[in-house]
């Protein structure tokens, strides 16, 4: 595996002046400030995005494409100008390609079920991977019951690669689709996404790229990649719960018919059928979440101020620091490649103790990590192992909270005496 490349343009963050961005991090758990390394989960918010869902409340709020009014315009501009500029920041050629959905789990299921019902049969096969969240998981596994196609999955190499060899194997003139993480919420690998697209279309398969972990972290280009759907949420990446985006090539949007049914989605309806809106609205059935949307948009201006490859660079950095420190701890078993080709993402076991536990110890020192699957049964599966303790890092980590870290998991050593 090449080692993922440090883009030589980045600029380091300025984390402290960052973190005065967002109100959260003044909190005090338990009487210790908080230390939060849950983002793989879902990530903090800044000011601008709070300032942004109360402004739409107090001053534009209605609902949109609707209104003859003055409201319903505001809102419906602002809604369509977050809309352009969630475009921008994966370079989609048209902001037409842009569905909303509630997060990463709609975005995914919409294409199950809207292209993959009409697409798949019997001898047809479907192609994930054993890394993959249980939402690019379930949703096929639905639709291949009920379509009769094939679910198959490239495996996960014991260093915490997919396996490219089984790959060429499993990627066959019979599969139709390929579905898989640019980036493993456990271990943490950054899959080779442009190859992988690369290798798909070779077969003439579509592709679904699963961003919830790379669109937030990662520079994203959805047509340099070429990827036909792109799925990611907007509470990953400083915006708010309750709105995602779907992103899917344009051709393709529009031979599938819609998902969900209702208002705003159709063109016109009688008793006896229906015919729909044009794309993304086909897709965005009944009323959205409308302040939601646009504070995405605020988080997306975040981002980009900041610099997705200046982000990049300061996870990477982060997680080298981390993987290193976090050597020192007895029996501490991090899960995955090494950081040169992971994201802001450690996964752990720490001798016989439960991640539970772990996570609950840490809590006290103010702590905040997660414990348990993290959504992610088969990868567990692979390793034999039930749980793991999660650390996940963001623009606003220092390396003052990895060492916060590490004393703590000492502590944790010390109190289970092994
Ligand atoms: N795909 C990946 C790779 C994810 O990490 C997650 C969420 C999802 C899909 C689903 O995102 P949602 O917004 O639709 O829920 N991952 C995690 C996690 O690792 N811990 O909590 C949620």
Same mark, same amino acid.
């Given at each position: 595996?090449?080692?993922?490349?440090?883009?030589?343009?980045?600029?380091?963050?300025?984390?402290?002046?960052?973190?005065?961005?967002?109100?959260?991090?003044?909190?005090?758990?338990?009487?210790?400030?908080?230390?939060?390394?849950?983002?793989?989960?879902?990530?903090?918010?800044?000011?601008?995005?709070?300032?942004?869902?109360?402004?739409?409340?107090?001053?534009?709020?209605?609902?949109?494409?609707?209104?003859?009014?003055?409201?319903?315009?505001?809102?419906?501009?602002?809604?369509?100008?977050?809309?352009?500029?969630?475009?921008?920041?994966?370079?989609?050629?048209?902001?037409?390609? *842009?569905?909303?959905?509630?997060?990463t789990t709609?975005g995914i299921n919409?294409v199950a079920?809207?292209?993959?019902?009409?697409?798949?049969?019997?001898?047809?096969?479907?192609?994930i991977t054993?890394m993959e969240h249980h939402s690019n998981i379930v949703p096929w596994?639905?639709?291949?019951?009920?379509?009769?196609?094939?679910?198959? $999955?490239?495996?996960?190499?014991?260093?915490?690669?997919?396996?490219?060899?089984?790959?060429?194997?499993?990627?066959?003139?019979?599969?139709?689709?390929?579905a898989f993480t640019?980036?493993?919420?456990?271990?943490?690998? *950054?899959?080779?996404?442009?190859?992988?697209?690369?290798?798909?279309?070779?077969?003439?398969?579509?592709?679904l790229v699963d961003?919830a972990?790379?669109?937030?972290?990662?520079?994203?280009?959805?047509?340099?990649?070429?990827?036909?759907?792109?799925a990611?949420?907007?509470?990953?990446?400083?915006?708010?719960?309750?709105?995602?985006?779907?992103?899917?090539?344009?051709?393709?949007?529009?031979?599938?018919?819609?998902?969900?049914?209702?208002?705003?989605?159709?063109?016109?309806?009688?008793?006896?059928?229906?015919? $729909?809106?044009?794309?993304?609205?086909?897709?965005?059935?009944?009323?959205?979440?409308?302040?939601?949307?646009?504070?995405?948009?605020?988080?997306?201006?975040?981002?980009?101020?900041?610099?997705?490859?200046?982000?990049?660079?300061?996870?990477?950095?982060?997680?080298?620091?981390?993987?290193?420190?976090?050597?020192?701890?007895?029996?501490?078993?991090?899960?995955?490649?090494?950081?040169?080709?992971?994201?802001?993402?450690?996964?752990?076991?720490?001798?016989?103790?439960?991640?539970?536990?772990?996570?609950?110890?840490?809590?006290?020192?103010?702590?905040?990590?997660?414990?348990?699957?993290?959504c992610a049964?088969?990868?567990?599966?692979?390793?034999?192992?039930?749980?793991?303790?999660?650390?996940?890092?963001?623009?606003?980590?220092?390396?003052?909270?990895?060492?916060?870290?590490?004393?703590?998991?000492?502590?944790?050593?010390?109190?289970?005496?092994?």
């Amino acid at each position: 595996m090449t080692p993922v490349q440090p883009t030589a343009k980045a600029q380091p963050l300025d984390v402290k002046r960052i973190r005065e961005d967002f109100p959260i991090l003044r909190e005090q758990v338990h009487g210790k400030p908080l230390v939060y390394l849950d983002s793989t989960a879902s990530a903090q918010k800044p000011r601008q995005v709070i300032d942004t869902l109360a402004f739409v409340y107090e001053h534009a709020y209605a609902n949109v494409h609707r209104g003859i009014h003055y409201l319903s315009e505001t809102a419906t501009q602002m809604y369509e100008d977050a809309r352009r500029k969630v475009a921008r920041f994966i370079n989609a050629r048209s902001p037409r390609e *842009i569905v909303y959905v509630r997060n990463t789990t709609e975005g995914i299921n919409l294409v199950a079920y809207a292209w993959g019902l009409p697409n798949l049969k019997p001898g047809d096969e479907v192609l994930i991977t054993e890394m993959e969240h249980h939402s690019n998981i379930v949703p096929w596994q639905l639709v291949c019951q009920m379509t009769g196609a094939t679910l198959r $999955w490239v495996p996960i190499t014991p260093e915490g690669f997919l396996d490219m060899e089984a790959l060429d194997r499993l990627l066959t003139e019979r599969t139709r689709i390929f579905a898989f993480t640019a980036m493993s919420n456990v271990l943490g690998t *950054i899959n080779p996404v442009k190859e992988l697209v690369a290798r798909a279309h070779a077969v003439e398969a579509l592709v679904l790229v699963d961003g919830a972990q790379s669109v937030p972290h990662l520079p994203v280009d959805v047509q340099d990649l070429d990827c036909d759907f792109l799925a990611f949420s907007g509470h990953k990446m400083c915006g708010p719960s309750g709105i995602g985006v779907l992103y899917g090539k344009r051709e393709l949007l529009e031979a599938m018919p819609p998902f969900l049914g209702g208002g705003e989605m159709i063109r016109q309806v009688k008793l006896t059928g229906s015919t $729909w809106n044009d794309l993304p609205h086909k897709f965005e059935a009944g009323t959205p979440a409308i302040a939601e949307a646009i504070a995405l948009g605020a988080a997306v201006d975040y981002l980009s101020n900041l610099g997705m490859d200046n982000v990049a660079a300061h996870e990477r950095a982060l997680v080298r620091y981390a993987y290193e420190r976090m050597q020192d701890v007895e029996g501490l078993r991090i899960l995955g490649p090494g950081p040169e080709h992971r994201g802001g993402v450690i996964a752990f076991t720490l001798g016989d103790v439960h991640p539970h536990d772990i996570a609950a110890i840490l809590d006290a020192e103010g702590i905040a990590i997660r414990a348990g699957h993290h959504c992610a049964q088969p990868v567990h599966d692979r390793y034999g192992i039930p749980a793991s303790a999660r650390a996940s890092f963001y623009v606003y980590n220092t390396e003052e909270e990895v060492d916060v870290l590490v004393t703590a998991l000492h502590k944790v050593v010390e109190t289970f005496a092994f």
